[in-house]
Every structure is written in structure tokens, then in C-alpha cells.
């Protein structure tokens, strides 16, 4: 008989197949192939994007031209524009507002066919400091209340251009997805004056099958709850409110889980799509929540959400993560 789990930090319910688990051999999956042709995010293709707003770049070199190991740049197709006023108003039972917000692209580095598993340490470690340089100058615009950083690499997973990078989106209000975990995290707290984050991680390591990879900050394992088959969250061990405040000293070792963690999946599924999205506390007035622990989510595309997930809110997942866990282990 399959099984229902119930998320503690949002309340959602999942249903895992323990009777009939799939096997990695069981997924069909649309594979991630790399394109030949012009790209705007390769060295010596500056001038197609649309003015930079940061880069680490080597000394000697200007904005805009070669020379760059990380670059961010506006979406040339915002979602949000940073130009303008909220504007809040309503319209009978409807809230509207003016789309304000701010919408970047980090370009990881500048090789067109590396992942970010096939990136060394330090180019990794280079653009998780830029996630996080760039998190600390859009929160000094009062506007904003939350800053998204996701990744979606491969067609299947989203990626319109195949070149590695990352969006950096600002929104003036805290999603809903953050916001069922921020209020489930202090229902949590305010019952048992604990993290809910910390209490998982302390879970994770007293069961040890859920847990892929770990290192002296960070635990990278398969949530109990998973919404998709081979999910996987990385967290750091110590409690820590907010991503770009994570101290220096950690920056490596994120690296190396991150990789290590892709590499892992690699091995079982060559060319995967995925996403990843961090999840860090909201900013401006709406954060500093002491409940709230952030952390990275990650998704392979293996599966689609169809009809039943829609219309229930319940996700189905094919391969339970224990053995999902069990699988990433394997060298």
C-alpha cells in the first residue's frame, strides 16, 4: 500500500509508492542536449546583452567587455520593472498593483557547456558570492520584500538560453510558496520554541537514510516529503535566518556540496533538466523571522505535474526518497 506524508512545515500531503517504487531506469526523461549556434552570454558577446550591473571581472578589464568570470546583467524580458511606484489599488474583490520589482541575470561563467558540476570549486564559490552581493544591494531598495534566486537549466526545466546562469528576482511582496513555509516554521516555533529546519536536520541525522552528502555546514538529503521523485534540499547545519548574510568561511563548503550533489545525480540520470530555487527570509520589514532557516530546493525534471496534483494540491511521488537517497549515495 502506498503511503500519505504530511509536510510539518506547510501542511501539504503527499502520496508515495511504496509498493511499486520506479528505478532510475524507469524515467523517461527529455535529456538536455547542448545547441550550436550564437549565444549573448558567451566571452566575447558583451555587446548582445543589455548593459551589465556587476561582474567579477580580472583587473584591467571595463564593464561590458571580455575579461569576466561572473556577470549580471537586466533580463532583457523582465517579469517586474524596477522603474515606477506599487501603485496598490483594487478593483471590487481584486487587489492590483503596478509591476515593480527588479529582474536579473547571472551569467555563472563564461563557458557555454559547463555545469555547474564541471565547474571548479572556485568558479562555483564565485558565483554563490555574487548571489549574494547582489541580494544585499536590491534589498537597500525599501520596495522590495523579497528576493527569489532560482536556476533553471535545461529546456525541459524552463531555460530559454542554454548557457549555465541564474535569475535574481525581486518582488515587493513574499511569494506564496515562502510564505506557507514562513508561517508553518513560526506555528512551529511559537509551540515548541524550536526551529522546525534544525529539528528536520536533527531528524535527518538520527535516521541517516534520507541524507545523500554532508560536510561540517551542510547537509544535502532527500526530504522525508519529497513533492518529486529524487527532490533534494541542501541546508546548512547551523540555524541561519538569511542567505547573504552566511559568513565567509561556509562559501566553500556550499560550493562543494552543490556540486558534489549534481555530480551525484548526474551519474544516475546523464543530462538532466532541473531546477533549483533558494528560499532565504523576506527582507524590508518582513524579515528577520528568528523561525525561518533558509535553504535550497532542488528538482530534477523527471516527472510533469498533471491533472491530479493540479486539482488536489497533492503531489505523487514514484520513487519513495529513502531509496531515492540510497540511489544519490552510490559513487
Known sequence: ?????????????????????????????????????????????????PPEIDALRDSGTGPNTSGWQVRVVPNKFPALQIEGNLERRGLGVYDMSCGVGAHEVLIESPYHQKDICELLNSEIENFILMYSRRALDLQKDKRFKYILVFKNFGAAAGASLEHPHT??????MVPKNVMEEIKGAQNYFDYRERCIFCDIIRQEAQDKERIILENKDYIAFCPFVSRFPFEIWIMPKKHSTCFCHMP????????GILKDTITNLKKIFPNVSYNFMLHSSPINGDGG?????????????????????????FYVVSTPPELAAKYLRQK
Open 167 to 172: 535569475q535574481i528576482v525581486a518582488l515587493p
Open 248 to 255: 565567509q568561511e561556509e562559501v566553500p563548503t556550499l560550493a
Open 289 to 313: 523571522l528568528e523561525s525561518y532557516h533558509w535553504h535550497i530546493e532542488f528538482m530534477p525534471k523527471l516527472t510533469r505535474v498533471a491533472g491530479f496534483e493540479w486539482g488536489s494540491g
Open 1 to 49: 500500500m502506498s503511503e500519505l506524508r504530511r509536510d510539518p512545515i506547510g501542511g501539504r500531503w503527499v502520496i508515495v509508492d511504496t509498493d511499486h517504487p520506479n528505478k532510475p531506469q524507469d524515467f523517461e526523461y527529455e535529456p538536455h542536449t547542448w545547441r550550436a549556434g550564437v549565444c549573448p552570454f558567451c566571452y566575447g558577446n558583451e555587446g548582445m546583452t
